[in-house]
């Protein structure tokens, strides 16, 4: 079971909490720079003014303990369904097998439901093996290939 915790908007001062988390496992220590913050919070002030984007954090006490974020994409496929796409779901790593990141993901599909979509989505580095079996767990299915083309 989780401990007590809650799940709210991020607000700008959690920036350097969530650059920490995003930098702590072996894939995000090769992409993210702790050290730099201004490109993170440039990121931050656009994300958090739109109204396509929801950036949310996970704080037990006065700790950041957990973040992702949803993007709301409106389609005309699927008639015309709102998808709710998941990116950069982390735990800190004392949090992690705590119940936290099932917490993090049914309060996604919360708000995905809350905003009409019909598809909450995600893609996962193949190396993450782990996260793969915990959002099969969740109900996720590996229904697609996802394809990316790096352009810096």
Same mark, same amino acid.
């Given at each position: 079971?989780?401990?007590?915790? &809650?799940?709210?908007?991020?607000?700008?001062?959690?920036?350097?909490?969530?650059?920490?988390?995003?930098?702590?496992?072996?894939?995000?220590?090769? /992409?993210?720079?702790?050290?730099? !913050?201004?490109? +993170?919070?440039?990121? @931050?002030?656009?994300?958090?003014?739109?109204?396509?984007?929801?950036?949310?954090?996970?704080?037990?006490?006065?700790?950041?303990?957990?973040?992702?974020? !949803?993007? @709301?994409?409106?389609?005309?496929? /699927?008639?015309?369904?709102?998808?709710?796409?998941?990116?950069?779901?982390?735990?800190? &790593?004392?949090?992690?097998?705590?119940?936290?990141?099932?917490?993090?993901?049914?309060?996604?599909?919360?708000?995905? &439901?809350? &905003?009409?979509?019909?598809?909450?989505?995600?893609?996962?580095?193949?190396? /993450?093996?782990?996260?793969?079996? @915990? +959002?099969? /767990?969740?109900? @996720?299915?590996?229904?697609?290939?996802?394809?990316?083309?790096?352009?810096?």
């Amino acid at each position: 079971m989780a401990r007590e915790s &809650r799940i709210r908007r991020a607000e700008a001062g959690d920036v350097p909490a969530i650059v920490a988390l995003l930098a702590d496992d072996p894939l995000g220590r090769l /992409r993210e720079d702790v050290e730099d !913050l201004a490109v +993170y919070h440039a990121a @931050f002030t656009a994300i958090d003014s739109d109204p396509n984007q929801l950036l949310a954090v996970a704080e037990r006490g006065d700790d950041v303990v957990g973040t992702l974020q !949803l993007t @709301f994409v409106p389609g005309l496929s /699927r008639r015309a369904a709102t998808r709710a796409q998941v990116e950069g779901v982390r735990v800190h &790593r004392d949090e992690r097998k705590s119940g936290l990141g099932g917490r993090l993901m049914e309060w996604a599909e919360r708000e995905a &439901r809350t &905003r009409g979509c019909t598809i909450l989505q995600l893609t996962s580095d193949a190396a /993450r093996t782990d996260a793969h079996r @915990f +959002y099969e /767990r969740l109900g @996720f299915r590996p229904t697609h290939v996802g394809f990316k083309k790096d352009l810096a």
